[in-house]
């Protein structure tokens, strides 16, 4: 997996490539695909949709889609805690610096001869949105009343959306409405190239149009209206 497409300066606020290495070996090395586990793409999108959406999030919510099993012993469990706590609190700190980028999964391109071959298998870049898409759809899920009844009334946010849908769409993680053709080679870049304005501006669209009380009290479980949760598909190793 790589984080986005530039490395991000040095902040003793914001989590290291060392860091995110220990992090990143941790959660592969504790996945399993029957449960669906995330990996650090994945935890890396969940935590920005919780730290850019309507409401903040409790540790107690969202650590339980992180964690599946119990710890070896209290040191591993001290490390791993402290680890995803500095990767939630970078998020917020990236977006006040305007560095963020989003930590996505990183494939292994196929020859030219290979996606001649078989064009449906044939990859649009090194770079795969799928897992920290997958995680982004279950930060909203989180807070589905709220974002289903916002994006329901509010074109714009679903606008701002747009590049980040998209991506989730093209990887298989939401399911459109109508078949549409896969994003093409420039396209799929391009979208990989918006996410951070986009998670800027949701941010910015949320500190300024708060939810009202109506919102936060309406019932409602998983959005139907975006970021459907469906199989993710995702591949190769984190790089930063």
């Not at 999108?45 to 309507?54: D, K, Q």
């Amino acid at each position: 997996m790589m984080r986005g497409m530039d490395a991000t300066p040095a902040n003793p606020e914001i989590i290291d490539d060392s860091e995110l290495e220990v992090l990143d070996r941790w959660l592969r090395g504790h996945a399993h695909d029957a449960d669906g586990t995330l990996l650090l793409d994945g935890v890396h999108g969940m935590l920005t949709a919780l730290a850019i959406g309507p409401d903040p999030a409790l540790p107690e919510e969202w650590l339980p889609e992180v964690l599946h099993s119990p710890f070896e012993n209290p040191e591993q469990g001290a490390t791993v805690l402290a680890l995803l706590a500095k990767l939630n609190d970078s998020i917020p700190a990236e977006l006040e610096g305007e560095v963020y980028e989003p930590v996505l999964g990183e494939v292994e391109a196929e020859t030219e001869t290979e996606a001649e071959a078989d064009a449906e298998h044939a990859t649009h870049s090194d770079l795969s949105a799928a897992g920290w898409c997958e995680g982004f759809s279950r930060g909203i899920d989180l807070r589905a009343a709220i974002w289903e009844s916002r994006l329901a009334e509010d074109g714009d946010l679903l606008e701002m959306l747009s590049p980040i849908m998209a991506l989730a769409v093209d990887e298989g993680v939401l399911a459109a409405d109508v078949p549409i053709a896969k994003l093409d080679d420039n396209e799929y870049e391009a979208c990989l190239a918006q996410i951070p304005d986009a998670v800027e501006a949701v941010a910015h669209y949320w500190r300024v149009r708060p939810p009202t009380e109506r919102e936060r009290t309406s019932g409602g479980g998983a959005s139907s209206t975006a970021f459907s949760s469906a199989p993710a598909r995702r591949g190769g190793r984190w790089v930063h």
